[in-house]
């Protein structure tokens, strides 16, 4: 039978003893049922000091998280699992679940990760493991006492990785993503339902100075979601230079927070793998010292680095309350929009730097066959000239947008789809009421 060395730091050994028979079952059940006999396991419970230490060490955060995973090797001895290493301070600080739970939930994860599960990459294989598992092993223990239920907005500059995040913490693809400033122009709901409860995203338009009715649209929804979310989350590019359109987006925050109704608010330095990390001091130094924020966060929307600490805080502070919408949907936004969107997107990716952000993308006729789905859509741009950067010569631009677009719909619709795509020129679109209002709809 496996080995399990269970160990407990001093600080924490009164707090947690009476968890110890319990949790050293669940580990010792679960190491049994998924690796060799002939393996061994450390599973160590800490404080948030040590466990700070750590995560200095090894991740180059400074700061506690909850468990970190250290996987093993083959030794002479026979096979080493790992060592899964548990903040019991942090543990006890979740809202609506027994410590006992909290730290065999922890242990289950962190075995898990030593067996070489990778929730971010295999397409929900770890997930669905570590339920069952749950459910085997803690039974009514399984579902907190108490569920979540809130909205978390997303705001930030222009660029700053906000559609990128929402999808990472989805665990799928919702927002389209381009590297171009003002890809996101509508506040865009993305759903995160769990067995502790339910999490509304709003990734928003980037925080600027508008010019036009479009651009004025795109800050109002941004400034809109500010106001009315329950949690926010500023978005700071930490591999730019800090510049007035930053200080812009500061103050913006810093004036909801002043307002507010003592809503947390988050500072999440994105893209922290682009970034040596003597350049973060001082940009965490710059947002401590405005004293809005809980805390400041490093991350890579990214790599992923750093998003499990975010998802974690945001749980903590989202208020109790039952779901606002069917826990079935990833969105309230419907198809038509969706698939405009992700034509948008192709349209962004083949001009690349060719065209500036005055295209928007039109469904003009959908038709569902028994077969596949039919769609013709409009590519609007606001000058003639702009029409032959999209077509491109001989058509050769458009037909790969084309064949990109459909790829995509394809697999967002589960069929087969013909697209036809045309350019249309529709000079001053975006001072057009009615072209924004149906781009809003689908």
Known sequence: M????????????????????GLRAVA?????ELAPAAATFTLRLVDDEEMRELSRRYRQLDR??????????????????GDVVISV??????????????????????????????????????EALESRLRTRFLGACEVPATRKAGTVALVGRPNAGKSTLMNRMLGEK?????????????????????????????????????????????????????????????????????????????????????????RPMFCLLNKIDLVAKPR???????????????????????TGDGVEEVLELLWRHLPSGEPRHDPELLTVHTERFLVAELIREKVLEQTRDELPFTTAVVIEAWEDGEERTDLLASILVDRESHKGIVV???????????????????????????????????????????????????
Not at 9 to 20: H, K, N
């Open 2 to 21: 496996a080995s399990i060395d269970l160990q407990v730091a001093a600080p924490v050994e009164a707090r947690c003893r009476e968890c110890l028979p």
């Open 28 to 32: 010792r059940e679960t190491v049994a």
């Open 174 to 262: 919702l927002a389209i993503v381009s590297d171009k400033p003002q890809t996101t122009r509508h506040r865009l709901i993305g759903i995160l339902s769990t067995e502790r409860g339910q999490m509304v995203f709003h990734d928003t338009p980037g925080l600027h100075r508008p010019l036009h009715r479009l651009n004025r649209r795109m800050v109002h929804a941004a400034a809109a979601a500010l106001k009315e979310a329950d949690v926010v989350c500023l978005l700071r590019d930490a591999a730019t230079p800090f510049g007035r359109g930053d200080a812009y987006a500061l103050d913006l925050v810093a004036a909801a927070a002043a307002e507010g109704r003592g």
């Open 89 to 126: 301070e942090t543990a006890a600080s979740r809202d609506g679940a027994t410590l006992e739970r909290e730290l065999k939930v922890l242990a289950l994860h962190g075995i898990l990760h030593c067996l070489g599960y990778d929730h971010e990459t295999d397409d929900g294989e770890m």
């Open 392 to 442: 491109g010569r001989r058509g050769k631009r458009i037909k790969e947008i084309g064949t990109a677009a459909r790829r995509d719909l394809q697999e967002f619709l589960g069929r087969r789809v013909y697209l036809e795509l045309r350019v249309r020129t529709a000079p001053g679109w975006r001072e057009d009421a009615a072209v924004l209002s149906r781009l809003e709809a689908g």
């Open 280 to 302: 973060l001091l001082p940009e965490i130094e710059r947002y401590a010292g405005r004293d809005v924020f809980e805390e400041i966060v490093p991350v890579s929307a990214l």
């Open 64 to 81: 506690a998280t909850d468990v970190l995973s250290f996987p093993g090797e083959e030794t002479p001895e026979g096979r080493h699992l």
